[in-house]
């Protein structure tokens, strides 16, 4: 076995398909010493029976390039046929060598020339079995991102918000333009995901960029690239998000932040699809599908000449504006429920409830930040309940932690509550020690909590 793979055992089911028995059982004692389960046959029909019948199974083939009733290459076909990403690798003699070229034109992962080492079988069988691995492992996180962003799975009642996802699953299926416009934290990148999961693009890259990130040099950097020696510091190519992103979609964050200089670039492109990177004259061609969104007012921004109004109408092909979550109070249960399912089980408190009078305290409050304040909220209650119930005193709405030296709750906040120290304590206890994002759940900066830990 060779010194650089891992000797730990691999889980997995193997097909060899040969005719010589002996080589056969070689094959079958060489893979059953790594942990596998081996399936064999001795002609290409029986092999794609057993394939069949194990088709959820195994996860690679050998078959030998001459069999009594078939070619390997034949056999090569039909797996693809029954499995296209199969790992498949074919076993050759000297007389089919010349096999085994068309075998890889046609698909195999691989192929063993006779006589071959033991440690040869067990290198491209790991190989073959982890890319299968790898493969089966994309395909589950590419299923759950399909389910996750569904458009069935809409959270809530409120006919702005129906109508906003009623639009963009219209849209999805198509590669039309889209401008989500609505306040911080309403949703618009989970919106602008399930557009593209739920699109012919969905096995293609989304790429996000912030827009408001970065000054304009860097972001015209970030989204087209540049040559090497193309400034001071460019000591290599670097590909931008427009290539990252070809096939897919490309989620333009902030869009109303971006610099002059930048949007009349980011109009050729929506115009032409077409781009140089920096420091270079070559013409590059993109597919890309492009999602933008803002919480600004671009019609205004357009008066003000901060925004260029051809660039707002080649983003405005399809516009979908998302409420604030003080417009949709009916929605608060909803939403409640999910974050509380949500972080139950991360929490390992599954049962946990709002009080009706915490819930009346949700749905009264102005939350300025929207649904990401929202769930900040309710993981933070989660942390605060001394039982499975949350009460108005552990929401904390309208208690301030950046007051550098007071803290202030209002008067649904009871004197039962913990002390800051106890509060900041098990935010980073619920964190695993991460200061910023204890800092976001308890609602604070992390200069805050940073002065209140010391």
């Not at 199974?57 to 050998?62: D, K, N």
Request: proline share 4%.
């Amino acid at each position: 076995m060779s010194t650089t793979e891992s000797s730990t055992p691999l889980a997995a089911s193997v097909l060899v398909i040969d005719d010589e028995k002996k080589l056969a059982g070689l094959f079958a004692e060489i893979l059953e010493g790594e942990g596998l389960t081996v399936h064999m046959a001795h002609k290409g029909g029986d092999g794609l029976a057993k394939l069949d019948e194990y088709i959820d199974e195994i996860g690679m083939v050998f078959t030998d390039m001459k069999l009594p009733d078939m070619t390997g290459n034949d056999v090569l076909r039909e797996v693809k046929r029954r499995r296209q990403d199969l790992p498949v690798v074919v076993v050759t003699g000297f007389a089919t060598k010349d096999g085994a070229v068309e075998a890889m034109r046609l698909g195999a992962y691989d192929y063993l020339s006779k006589p071959f080492k033991i440690e040869e079988v067990t290198l491209v069988a790991r190989r073959a079995l982890e890319r299968s691995r790898l493969i089966d492992e994309n395909r589950y996180l590419q299923n759950e991102l399909l389910n996750r962003y569904k458009f069935e799975t809409v959270i809530g009642d409120n006919e702005k918000m129906q109508a906003a996802y009623v639009t963009a699953a219209k849209v999805a299926k198509s590669n039309a333009t889209v401008l989500i416009t609505g306040e911080s934290g309403t949703g618009k990148e989970v919106l602008a995901r399930a557009i593209h999961f739920q699109s012919t693009r969905a096995e293609k890259p989304f790429v996000k960029v912030n827009c408001a990130a970065l000054p304009e040099h860097l972001l015209e950097d970030e989204l087209f690239g540049h040559e090497k020696g193309a400034f001071t510091d460019a000591s290599s190519q670097r590909i931008g998000r427009f290539e990252w992103a070809h096939g897919g979609t490309l989620f333009l964050d902030e869009i109303g932040e971006v610099a002059p200089g930048v949007q009349v670039k980011l109009l050729r492109v929506l115009q032409e699809r077409e781009f140089e990177r920096i420091g270079s004259s070559k013409t590059i061609k993109v597919d890309v599908r492009i999602v933008a969104a803002t919480n600004r007012d671009l019609q205004r921004a357009i008066s003000d000449g901060t925004f260029r109004e051809d660039l707002f109408y080649r983003l405005n092909v399809v516009p979908i504006e998302l409420p604030p979550l003080r417009e949709r109070p009916s929605d608060m249960p909803f939403l409640v429920n999910h974050f509380l399912k949500k972080y139950g089980d991360e929490t390992g408190r599954p049962d946990m409830k709002v009080t009706p009078e915490a819930m009346e305290a949700l749905k009264h409050h102005n939350w300025k930040g929207n649904i990401r304040e929202l769930e900040n909220s309710i993981e933070r209650a989660m942390i605060l309940a001394e039982r499975d119930e949350i009460e108005p005193r552990h929401l904390l709405i309208g208690a301030s932690l950046n007051s550098g030296n007071s803290y202030m709750p209002n008067a649904a906040v009871s004197n039962a509550l913990p002390t800051i120290a106890e509060l900041i304590t098990k935010a980073l206890e619920r964190t695993g020690g991460d200061e910023k994002a204890a800092a976001t759940m308890i609602g604070c900066d992390v200069k805050n909590l940073r002065a209140w830990k010391e």
